[in-house]
T-cell receptor
Framework: AQSVTQPDIHITVSEGASLELRCNYS??????LFWYVQSPGQGLQLLLK??????LVQGIKGFEAEFKRSQSSFNLRKPSVHWSDAAEYFC????????????FGDGTTLTVKP | KAGVTQTPRYLIKTRGQQVTLSCSPI?????VSWYQQTPGQGLQFLFE???????NKGNFPGRFSGRQFSNSRSEMNVSTLELGDSALYLC?????????????FGPGTRLTVL
């Protein structure tokens, strides 16, 4: 069975500082990996995705993530955080053979200090 | 292109009642998935429909059901509501080309059971 672990429930960073959100996955084959962001009371917005190819993927809003098969990780990074980045971030894994079903991590809440 | 829309956005029901939520996918998308999001359980997969057929199902009781119409619009129904059914219900659609599909989420329906 596929699973996703986001070890950090809550992270606080200062505006302008760099950010890294951790994600570890468990899946028997090459997974589809996603990062979503959710603002309070809203749905999920896709930040970026990895299906194959280049292991460093670029997303929207200046985010990037790196797929590391040896570590079963897909960490999200941003070089300089803006106050508007404060939100909850979810990592998800999808199965190539189980279309339409994604398994999500428990999320990481990001607080940005002025 | 319009995004995924969900109606209603907010709903208040009492225990024992039933409720129907609606989801209109992005035009051309054939797969619709439903997720339940609660503070305690996080994001959990309910079911997925493709071409009017349920293709995947999560671990929810039979009180949770759904259907998909020929225009890909989907509804989910919860019968005999319980307090624990209070949640944000998210719908996601995808093209489902059998390859690298991405799910796009709607804003959700916030259900409160009193």
């Amino acid at each position: 069975a596929q699973s996703v672990t986001q070890p950090d429930i809550h992270i606080t960073v200062s505006e302008g500082a760099s950010l890294e959100l951790r994600c570890n996955y468990s899946y028997g084959a090459t997974p589809y990996l996603f990062w979503y962001v959710q603002s309070p009371g809203q749905g999920l917005q896709l930040l970026l995705k990895y299906f194959s190819g280049d292991t460093l993927v670029q997303g929207i809003k200046g985010f990037e993530a790196e797929f590391k098969r040896s570590q079963s990780s897909f960490n999200l990074r941003k070089p300089s955080v803006h106050w508007s980045d404060a939100a909850e971030y979810f990592c998800a894994v999808g199965a190539r053979t189980n279309a339409g079903k994604s398994t999500f991590g428990d999320g990481t809440t990001l607080t940005v200090k002025p | 292109k319009a995004g995924v829309t969900q109606t209603p956005r907010y709903l208040i029901k009492t225990r024992g009642q039933q409720v129907t939520l609606s989801c209109s996918p992005i035009s051309g998308h054939r797969s619709v998935s439903w997720y339940q999001q609660t503070p305690g359980q996080g994001l959990q997969f309910l079911f997925e429909y493709f071409s009017e057929t349920q293709r995947n199902k999560g671990n929810f009781p039979g009180r949770f059901s759904g259907r998909q119409f020929s225009n890909s619009r989907s509804e989910m129904n919860v019968s005999t509501l319980e307090l624990g059914d209070s949640a944000l219900y998210l719908c996601a659609s995808s093209l489902d080309t059998g390859g690298t599909d991405t799910q796009y989420f709607g804003p959700g329906t916030r259900l409160t059971v009193l």
